[in-house]
């Protein structure tokens, strides 16, 4: 089965500064891979999705992430963040081969400082 | 276009008491997801259909949760008799499943219930 770990609980960043959120997973191939926000009270909204092909993949809001395979790694990264951007950050991992069991991580928090 | 739709957005009751939750998943999406997101154990799948069948309900905790999906478009999650601990975030979560390959889970904004 597969597993998700975040290992940032909480992250505080300058707003304008650069911004890198950690996932590491594991999975005996490759996974679906997702990253979503959680502002609060709200739903998650997926950020951006990796199945396959070009291991960079750019998403909403100027968030792109990177999948490594020999790392086990899908971080998010965003070049300058916003104070718009502080909320709760979801690694979710998928396994072809057991469509349906997304697993997600703990979260990471986000707070932007002006 | 129409997301997730929720209902209650939130919900106060009191221990012993039934609750429904329900949702409406996006229009042509055949899968649908129940999670139960709380501080200590974060998102948990409850149980998940496709094509309103039950796939996998190993989530749900007990005999106390039950999940129907009569059709294509409308899915319950109930408590009876509910209790404190059961007070969560409910999420439903829609998705298109073809094949060997599935999309992305899209959620509703949740259902939050406070059981007394």
């Known amino acids: 089965a597969q597993s998700v770990t975040q290992p940032d609980i909480h992250i505080t960043v300058s707003e304008g500064a650069s911004l890198e959120l950690r996932c590491n997973y594991s999975?005996?191939?490759?996974?679906?891979l997702f990253w979503y926000v959680q502002s609060p009270g709200q739903g998650l909204q997926l950020l951006l999705k990796?199945?396959?092909?070009?291991?960079l993949v750019q998403g909403i809001k100027g968030f792109e992430a990177e999948f490594k395979r020999s790392q086990s790694s899908f971080n998010l990264r965003k070049p300058s963040v916003h104070w718009s951007d502080a909320a709760e950050y979801f690694c979710?991992?998928?396994?072809?081969?057991?469509?349906?069991?997304?697993?997600f991580g703990a979260g990471t928090q986000v707070v932007v400082t002006p | 276009d129409a997301g997730v739709i929720q209902s209650p957005r939130h919900e106060v009751t009191e221990m012993g008491q039934e609750v429904t939750l329900r949702c409406k998943p996006i229009?042509?999406?055949?899968?649908l997801f129940w999670y139960r997101q709380t501080m200590m154990r974060g998102l948990e799948l409850l149980i998940y259909?496709?094509?309103?069948?039950?796939?996998?309900d190993s989530g749900m905790p007990e005999d106390r949760f039950s999940a129907k999906m009569p059709n294509a478009s409308f899915s319950t999650l109930k408590i009876q008799p509910s209790e404190p601990r059961d007070s969560a975030v409910y999420f439903c979560?829609?998705?298109?499943?073809?094949?060997?390959?599935?999309?992305?889970?899209?959620f509703g904004e949740g259902s939050r219930l406070t059981v007394l």
């Open positions: 979560a829609s998705s298109i499943w073809t094949g060997g390959k599935s999309g992305e889970l899209f």
């Open positions: 990796y199945f396959s092909g070009d291991t």
């Open positions: 229009s042509g999406h055949n899968s």
């Open positions: 999975y005996g191939a490759t996974p679906y």
């Open positions: 979710a991992v998928g396994a072809p081969d057991s469509w349906g069991k997304f697993q």
């Open positions: 259909f496709n094509n309103n069948v039950p796939i996998d």
